[in-house]
């Protein structure tokens, strides 16, 4: 729940949630220096779903998110459910979330760096692996034709099925080739091939001057360049 003070519910399943509580652990570490935050025990959402009351270290809610996400997917893709960070595409919960993927990996990567740099080793191998794991799938199953990253992987690799790729249904969404080159997945080639699609789609007619600001807006009056798209 994005509240803390909120009841906890069971009938929403968005396939992220988990793994944004890695990167807020991992860059606290990195901006304070505090690593006994690491060993504070703090209850889980357990009670707040009518279950018995469970609790754990910081460290170990990193674990449990980390097997949460790796347990619900497909060779490292994370199944959707009922959504990822975009909730507009609820409705393919079967498909893998190539967005959640390279946030998958970038949490696993930034996991691995934690636990060397606070002496435990025995998790580094294991998180790197998995790493390269969703990295490998990502590369071989999430890049469409035209070298762009597409959006949800087809159930159980089914690239018939994917949404967002132009050998399927021809669109085209900004966050797979964001997070590409956030989470360090993407080649620089990789990134490029894609942040060129994307390029190709935002200059057409309707895009990119509409998408951005022109404090005319304010005054009642149209955009200065509106009538380059009529």
């Not at 790493?131 to 597409?150: L, N, P, R």
């Not at 994917?162 to 997945?185: C, K, M, N």
Request: proline residues 3%; charged residues 25%; negative net charge.
């Amino acid at each position: 729940n994005f509240y803390v003070s909120a009841p906890g519910t069971l009938d929403f399943h968005a396939c992220d949630d988990p793994i944004w509580f890695i990167y807020a652990v991992c860059e606290y570490v990195k901006e304070t220096g505090d690593t006994t935050l690491l060993d504070d025990i703090v209850p889980y959402a357990d009670a707040k779903e009518n279950m018995p009351a469970k609790e754990g270290t910081i460290f170990e809610h990193c674990q449990k998110a980390l097997s949460q996400v790796w347990t619900n997917s497909f060779d490292g893709m994370p199944i959707m459910f009922d959504a990822d960070w975009n909730h507009d595409l609820s409705g393919y919960e079967d498909h893998g979330s190539v967005m959640a993927a390279m946030q998958l990996y970038k949490a696993y990567m930034d996991f691995a760096e934690l636990c060397e740099a606070v002496g435990r080793k025995e998790f580094v191998a294991d998180s790197r692996k998995k790493a390269q794991i969703v990295k490998d799938t990502v590369e071989k199953y999430c890049i469409d034709s035209t070298g762009a990253f597409i959006r949800l992987l087809g159930p159980n690799k089914d690239k018939s099925q994917d949404v967002g790729s132009a050998d399927t249904d021809g669109r085209l969404f900004l966050e797979p080739t964001a997070w590409a080159l956030f989470s360090g997945l993407a080649t620089v080639d990789e990134f490029k091939a894609s942040a060129r699609q994307v390029e190709k789609k935002l200059v057409a007619k309707g895009g990119i001057g509409l998408c951005t600001a022109d404090f005319t807006l304010a005054k009642g009056k149209a955009p200065v360049d509106y009538t380059a798209y009529k």
